[in-house]
């Protein structure tokens, strides 16, 4: 069965320090995407990156950086030099891919980032 | 720009009350959906449809039924709302790839209590 898990529930650092989210996905498909989701306060999702099973390669976007390792089932989001608005949830999600053309999500427990001043 | 709309995002009802919460989208998807969010459980999915007038069970649809009679609107009830089912409500919509899997775009949200 396809999950998700997000072991860490909350995480406090303290602003330009660097931190890692990590994601840990179950899947016996061999094709499938896996996504990063931000929730600021606001309560809206925010897309963030998309990764398909046959791209292993790492992504940096700015300040964020993304390791898809599928010898170890994970998928794990570092932010560098962190800032207040990188405050937030942090989600994790696991989509197989359906022959209709819909995909469903599975989400993590998601990880809450709180960075202080 | 992409938006997704929620009719509230707060609502406060009663106990066996029929409730509905509303969402539209303005991006000419053929796929929304509908989540439920509680804390330590993520998301979970209640239905998703892939075209008007289709829907698909979830991972959690009991106590809930949807309705999309237009492609930009996708409607959740709650037939007789229960305290169990004060939550917050994220609806989604995506595109239909063949072979692929599209990014969601996700509304604001309707947090409901249900006293």
């Known amino acids: 069965a396809q999950k998700v898990t997000q072991a860490q529930t909350e995480i406090s650092v303290v602003e330009k320090e660097d931190v890692t989210l990590d994601c840990v996905y179950e899947?016996?498909?061999?094709?499938?995407?896996l996504f990063w989701y931000k929730q600021p306060p606001s309560g809206e999702l925010v897309f963030l990156i998309r990764r398909n099973s046959f791209d292993e390669q790492n992504e940096i976007s700015g300040r964020y950086s993304w390791n898809f390792q599928k010898s170890t089932s994970s998928f794990n989001f570092t932010i560098t030099a962190s800032q207040v608005v990188d405050s937030a949830v942090y989600f994790c999600a696991l989509s197989e891919v359906e022959s209709g053309g819909y995909n469903k999500l599975i989400f993590g427990a998601g990880t809450r980032l709180a960075v202080h001043p | 720009d992409v938006k997704v709309t929620q009719s509230s995002r707060y609502l406060v009802k009663r106990t066996g009350e029929k409730v509905f919460l509303e969402c539209v989208q303005d991006m000419d998807h053929e796929n929304m959906f509908w989540y439920r969010q509680d804390p330590g459980l993520g998301l979970r999915l209640i239905y998703f449809?892939?075209?008007?007038?289709?829907?698909e069970k979830g991972d959690i649809p009991e106590g809930y039924s949807v309705s999309r009679e237009k492609k930009e609107r996708f409607s959740l009830i709650l037939e007789s709302a229960s305290t169990n089912q004060t939550s917050m409500y994220l609806c989604a919509s995506s595109l239909v790839t063949s072979g692929g899997a599209n990014e969601q775009y996700f509304g604001p949200g309707t947090r409901l209590t249900v006293t």
């Open positions: 449809s892939y075209d008007v007038k289709m829907k």
């Open positions: 899947t016996r498909d061999t094709t499938y995407y």
